[in-house]
């Protein structure tokens, strides 16, 4: 196929120096010094780092409203509440310092700070019957009238690159709904990473981190949006992550390869802020809504799985993914070279002494349709190379078992 066009976009500024913690405030007071300190505790490895970042504003003149009370991903009607204090808070900027969760849950914010989806239903002052904006965000398209509130994200852990990300999502456990929205305004103003989260980071969070940025970079790869510029990113953050993780394995302090993570982290979104992610990205999150089991490890699982799937629509791309691997594929066909990709990651997998089965964690036959039907609504799944169903769903979660 001839090459016609190249759409890309990234306009976050990013800073990646290694221990910056205590000098994050005197970069963030050239933004904003009115801001809004925000955590999901559950994401928040070291609450002495989130404390250093706290005085690192204060010290550089930075007024600070710091929100750490939430524990883990929080409900709609919390997001409500926030997003009203933003409001009436006067709030020059947001700084998210976590993960995942709490990056989608800053950037929702955000957007609700300064967009009217807050919808007067009652006179009862209670946030739960009088500002309803969850109503319309679940099942409509969102209006960006107004640009959001200025944003920074400081991962405290390395999440595939979700810091960089364009994405709103939030899932409500209460009410069974979820919503999710993609705008090129959520991008966040600045990213600033300090490499040294890693040390952190258990081993198990370590891997199953690297393995995520693995898999977030294939499916980057797989989407129907992906370009030139994207794959290119995209393949680099998986050569920097298979040879990072294996030589941190043997050598944790290894400050080259702990670097080197770093940015092949942030690689990974900013190609996935132009692609977006697909298939194996809506199982994992559904199967972590649905379960408890942890996103990252579910995500690992899935992904030679998905692979497979998508073997006879991507062989081609699969090539380069298998080179990126350190894969030997000279004097092989292409379908061969391919399924070398798919052997590398199961190799990477097994050398980081991963599970590589959802039945491992306690999941039962049973509920694996429910699952796949909750994937299903979710409208990543149109972004994978080859349509699908329900059923085709759960066939690769049987196999994933």
Not at 115 to 126: A, I, K, M, R, T
Not at 134 to 159: A, G, Y
Not at 359 to 366: A, N, V
């Amino acid at each position: 196929m001839a090459f016609e066009w190249v759409h890309f976009q990234f306009p976050t500024k990013i800073h990646i120096e290694k221990d910056s913690t205590h000098k994050m405030g005197s970069y963030i007071a050239d933004f904003a010094k009115r801001v809004f300190l925000f955590t999901i505790k559950n994401e928040l490895r070291n609450e002495d780092d989130f404390l250093i970042l706290k005085t690192s504003l204060e010290r550089n003149g930075v007024s600070c409203i710091v929100n750490d009370e939430l524990v883990s991903r929080p409900t709609h009607d919390q997001i409500e509440s926030i997003s009203y204090f933003l409001k009436k808070s006067g709030i020059d900027l947001i700084v998210a310092y976590g993960g995942k969760f709490t990056f989608h849950v800053a950037r929702t914010l955000s957007f609700l700070a300064t967009n009217d989806y807050l919808v007067q239903v009652s006179e009862d002052p209670s946030f739960k019957t009088y500002y309803q904006y969850t109503k319309d965000l679940v099942s409509s398209k969102v209006e960006v009238k107004k640009e959001p509130l200025p944003l920074i994200c400081i991962p405290s852990v390395f999440s595939m690159g979700e810091e960089a990300s364009p994405d709103i999502f939030n899932y409500d456990s209460e009410r069974r709904t979820f919503f999710y929205h993609r705008n090129f305004k959520f991008f966040p103003q600045a990213i600033m990473i300090d490499p040294n989260i890693i040390t952190n980071m258990s081993k198990l969070e370590l891997t199953r981190s690297a393995m995520s940025i693995i898999s977030a970079s294939v499916e980057s790869i797989l989407s129907r949006n992906s370009n030139e510029i994207t794959t290119a990113l995209s393949l680099k953050a998986i050569d920097q992550v298979a040879r990072s993780i294996r030589i941190l394995m043997k050598n944790p302090e290894n400050d080259a390869a702990r670097i080197n993570l770093a940015i092949a982290n942030t690689v990974c979104g900013i190609a996935h802020s132009n692609t977006s992610l697909g298939l194996c990205y809506s199982i994992a999150l559904s199967i972590h809504l649905l379960t408890g089991i942890d996103f990252y490890q579910a995500y690992a699982i899935l992904l030679p799985h998905v692979m497979e799937y998508n073997l006879t629509t991507s062989a081609k791309t699969y090539v380069q993914i298998a080179q990126a691997l350190s894969e030997d594929i000279s004097q092989i066909t292409i379908i061969e070279a391919a399924i070398k990709a798919i052997e590398g990651v199961r190799k990477l997998h097994l050398e980081l002494e991963l599970s590589y089965r959802l039945s491992d964690f306690g999941i039962t036959k049973e509920l694996l349709p429910e699952i796949a039907l909750f994937s299903s609504k979710f409208p990543l799944i149109n972004n994978t190379p080859r349509e699908l169903d329900k059923n085709e769903i759960e066939t690769i979660l049987i196999a994933a078992y």
